[in-house]
């Protein structure tokens, strides 16, 4: 069992930057690949990027590769999501999500077994 509690979320103008994180409790988080994902009102939930759970291998949504950048702390049990030159399309309540590791890299919401509550981040024009 994992317990996921993202943080960080808030409002910022378009072009600012932003730093969310997903603190993790439970048994071996070190094990676990780690996704983002974004849900905007009235939209399905969406990708955005993962990680592997050593770190050294990650994806990203095309929507979002070269601005956001996905990373973990194993020692602290916390992954994050550096976003910068958000954009209000950007937008959206931000969820980490925990998979087992032959899920790692993997944008499908099915295969990850753990959520947070969300983080909203708002984006200004």
Do not use: H
Request: glycine residues 12%.
């Amino acid at each position: 069992q994992v317990q996921l509690v993202e943080s960080g979320g808030g409002l910022v103008q378009a072009g600012g930057s932003l730093r969310v994180s997903c603190a993790a409790s439970g048994r071996k988080f070190s094990t676990y690949a780690m996704g983002w994902f974004r849900q905007a009102p009235g939209k399905e939930r969406e990708f955005v990027a993962a990680i592997s759970w050593s770190g050294g291998r990650t994806s990203y949504a095309d929507s979002v590769k070269g601005r956001f950048t996905i990373s973990r702390d194993n020692a602290k049990n916390t992954v994050y999501l550096q976003m910068n030159s958000l954009k209000p399309e950007d937008a959206a309540v931000y969820y980490c999500a925990a998979a087992p590791q032959y899920y790692s890299g993997s944008y499908r919401i099915e295969d990850y077994d753990y959520w947070g509550q969300g983080t909203q981040v708002t984006v200004s024009s």
